[in-house]
């Protein structure tokens, strides 16, 4: 089956603390895209890399980082200096082309939560 | 930068009834793409339609259609025959052909009544 997967499904991180969530996707998809969705409110970008080994902020990347050593990951680290990680993270990919105005796709999400 | 409104934040609408959703945005390009996402309860965002700008015909997906007015800068999703299923966030987005930023809009709830 064809998809994305994100791992795991519920986090919680400590003061201080850095966490990863994980982002897969086996689609042969260059572009891959993280947002935060917070209650009430719409998905915003953090970071979005269209092909490996690049990557570039979107529009709340402080306190966050992102690598894409693969074309099939795009892990995604809340650091400690992200005073208000608690959210709803939601990892996507699509096809990376031109004018393409291709669909992104959306995996199940990682809902993270501060202790 | 380009932004997407969704003026409701709750609709709902009786079983086998229709029900209209309202998205507006702004941009200066004439090239984009729109699209209807669904959000159920799982928290997965679904694609429902999509829209290219240089077409004028309006995109159509089984009970889903779209009312897409370019020069209105409106891109409402009319969903006929509402069934129980349907009951979900709906998020209307914006995609500029140029590159990859998609905006979102804030979300419309939609309660489906038996």
């Known amino acids: 089956d064809g998809g994305i997967t994100q791992s795991p499904k519920y986090l919680f991180r400590k003061e201080g603390q850095n966490v990863t969530l994980s982002c897969e996707q086996n689609?042969?998809?260059?572009?891959m895209y993280w947002y935060r969705q917070d209650p009430g409110q719409g998905l915003r970008l953090i970071y979005y890399s269209q092909i490996v080994n690049d990557f570039q902020k979107g529009d709340i990347a402080e306190g966050y980082s992102v690598s894409r050593e693969k074309k099939e990951s795009f892990p995604l680290t809340v650091t400690s200096a992200q005073k208000n990680p608690t959210a709803f993270y939601l990892c996507a990919s699509s096809i990376n082309s031109p004018h393409s105005g291709e669909t992104q796709y959306f995996g199940p999400g990682t809902r993270l939560l501060v202790l | 930068a380009q932004t997407v409104t969704q003026s409701q934040p709750e609709m709902s609408v009786q079983e086998a009834e229709t029900v209209t959703l309202s998205c507006t945005y702004d941009t200066s390009e004439s090239d984009y793409y729109l699209f209807w996402y669904k959000q159920p309860p799982s928290r997965q965002m679904i694609l429902v339609i999509r829209?290219?700008?240089?077409?004028?015909q309006n995109a159509t997906e089984n009970r889903f259609s779209v009312n897409f007015q370019k020069a209105a800068k409106s891109f409402s999703l009319k969903i006929s025959d509402s069934q129980l299923g349907d009951a979900a966030m709906y998020f209307c987005?914006?995609?500029?052909?140029?590159?990859?930023?998609?905006?979102f809009g804030a979300g419309t709830r939609l309660t489906v009544k038996p």
């Open positions: 829209q290219e700008a240089y077409k004028q």
């Open positions: 689609l042969n998809h260059d572009a």
């Open positions: 987005a914006y995609r500029s052909a140029n590159n990859n930023d998609m905006r």
